[in-house]
């Protein structure tokens, strides 16, 4: 694949994850999927299969009343896309939520097959803590 196509591949999957289609967006992914965001809070770690990452996407939807998402950049090279993003919205508890960071795809015959998503993890630890000890 050339280079925009695996751009339009990592688009089309993030789309289709923030528009809740998390079917479409593994259909994209190869079968031995791995997706790693470095930290010590439960969207830490690695996520490794479809299965993982369906239930990752899921979880990490459900956290926000509202989420608006802005792609600052998408950059390509060989097999490897990165991309820049920023969010900002509200969660469920209605407290403020803003974060920036880098997802890096690696993309192997056709298919996303390694996503490492850099953010502020500090931010989502927090987010955490402030989830499970409030109502929702």
């Not at 809070?41 to 459900?62: M, V, Y």
Request: aromatic share 10%.
């Amino acid at each position: 694949m050339s280079v925009e196509d695996n751009k339009k591949l990592v688009m089309d999957t993030w789309l289709a994850f923030w528009r809740g289609d998390i079917e479409e967006g593994v259909a994209n992914m190869t079968d031995d999927i791995a997706w790693f965001t470095p930290g010590t809070n439960q969207f830490s770690g690695w996520k490794r299969g479809k299965d993982a990452i369906r239930a990752f996407r899921f979880g990490e939807l459900d956290i926000f009343e509202e989420l608006k998402r802005e792609i600052i950049g998408l950059y390509g090279d060989g097999d490897t896309v990165v991309m820049e993003a920023l969010a900002v919205g509200r969660l469920r508890n209605g407290a403020p939520y803003e974060n920036a960071g880098c997802v890096v795809w690696q993309i192997r015959d056709g298919k996303i097959h390694t996503v490492r998503q850099y953010v502020d993890t500090q931010k989502a630890a927090a987010i955490s803590t402030l989830l499970h000890s409030a109502p929702s």
